[in-house]
């Protein structure tokens, strides 16, 4: 990242504010360096590494002077980077947690390899399954932990959904559907260009197809459409905001996902999953995944899952990227693999790959492996 141009240091040491909370014993710490001080770094990523289990937010790193500051300053970090490579050569981290724009996370995850740093980077992992490719390829020759960002997979409700299907409770699995819609019509968010990566599928998209991919398997091909509405009229904007996708299964199975930046309106997530005996079904889930699902098992009517909710009845937002943040730091103790690994991610590109060809072309795609 290039220094601002005030002529400030690259590296920048903040008054110490009040102390740490006590991190737990019987571990290795694991010392972060958190890279891109948006929004999802200040409401999500920062809160998570500071409250995770042997865990430490030791320095960010942003372009932004004014951003990286105010990320440091709310989470008592003192050392503050404006630039990258400055940062990964004197930082004394043994992780990175990237959450810059999407078009950046390849070449940031192959500069914190080469530095021997282990990386959880937030999704997508990259905007085109060869990046991807070339970045897996560059992990299988090192000893770190990296992985791609999918929080959904720690909620109450997916566990509870996992469980339901393996243990037979609905049958064998043949189909489903997802429909996800989040508000994008914000002028604090970078301009929403396909060559960042800032479409749909490449944003949100990827927690579903990933989810999907856990769920279902690799699927044999797809199909899209994809429509471009624009309804605020914004300059500096040539995305799809509308993408409706069907992911076909070799063995039959079907999984439908719409995908909706349109709505001037809160954001929602609603699934549904069917199987040969009954089905489950996640309402309405704001806010983030806090609401119970249900299962139908049988033709009487919908039964409560209890386990699947949060617990919180205030409507206020749980941090799903703690439980995955401590996940992370104990593959990185115990040198195993976390719950995202980066094949699954990697899987999830080229099936992204597929889906924009589809909605190129106007046809079903074949999914290559």
């Known amino acids: 990242m290039p220094t601002p141009s005030n002529g400030s240091m690259s590296c920048h040491t903040a008054p110490a504010a009040s102390p740490r909370h006590e991190f737990q014993a019987g571990g290795k710490m694991v010392r972060w360096l958190l890279v891109g001080p948006g929004d999802i770094a200040h409401n999500r990523v920062a809160p998570a590494l500071c409250a995770a289990r042997n865990s430490q937010l030791v320095a960010v790193c942003g372009r932004s002077p004014k951003r990286a500051e105010s990320l440091a300053r709310a989470n008592n970090v003192s050392t503050i980077y404006y630039d990258y490579d400055q ?3 004197e930082a004394d981290v043994d992780a990175v947690y990237i959450a810059t724009p999407h078009h950046l996370h390849v ?21 085109h399954s060869a990046e991807c490719l070339r970045l897996l390829d560059a992990v299988k020759k090192s000893d770190r932990v990296t992985c791609c960002s999918n929080y959904r997979l720690f909620t109450n409700q997916f566990k509870t959904t996992y469980r339901l299907i393996q243990d037979g409770t609905i049958g064998d699995l043949v189909g489903g559907w997802a429909h996800d819609e989040e508000n994008y019509y914000n002028p604090s968010n970078a301009p929403l260009r396909k060559e ?28 899209a459409c994809m429509s471009s509405c624009n309804c605020d009229h914004q300059p500096d904007y040539d ?15 079907q999984f439908s996902i719409i995908l909706n930046m349109t709505a001037k309106a809160p954001l929602r997530h609603a699934y549904q999953f069917y199987g040969s005996k009954g089905r489950i079904y996640w309402p309405e889930c704001p806010p983030h995944f806090n609401s119970p699902i249900y299962k139908v098992a049988h033709p009487n009517g919908y039964e409560e899952i209890p386990e699947s909710f949060s617990g919180d009845t205030r409507g206020v937002r749980p941090n799903w990227h703690l439980p995955m943040i401590e996940d992370f730091v104990r593959a990185v103790q115990t040198n195993t693999s976390p719950l995202c690994t980066i094949e699954s991610a990697v899987k999830t590109a080229v099936i992204t790959d597929a889906i924009i060809k589809s909605a190129a072309s106007g046809r079903a795609e074949k999914v290559t492996a």
């Not at 070449?107 to 992992?125: F, Q, R, S, T, V």
């Not at 960042?196 to 998209?205: A, C, Q």
């Not at 799809?240 to 199975?253: F, H, K, Q, S, T």
């Open 107 to 127: 070449d940031m995850c192959l500069k914190a390899l080469a530095a021997n740093k282990h990386i959880l980077c937030e999704k997508p992992l990259g905007i």
């Open 239 to 253: 995305i799809d905001d509308l993408e409706n996708i069907i992911l076909r299964y070799p063995n039959g199975a």
């Open 87 to 89: 940062a990964l050569a």
């Open 196 to 223: 960042l990566g800032m479409s749909p599928i490449l944003g949100f998209g990827f927690y579903l197809l990933n989810l999907s991919l856990v769920l279902f398997g690799m699927p044999s091909e797809v199909f």
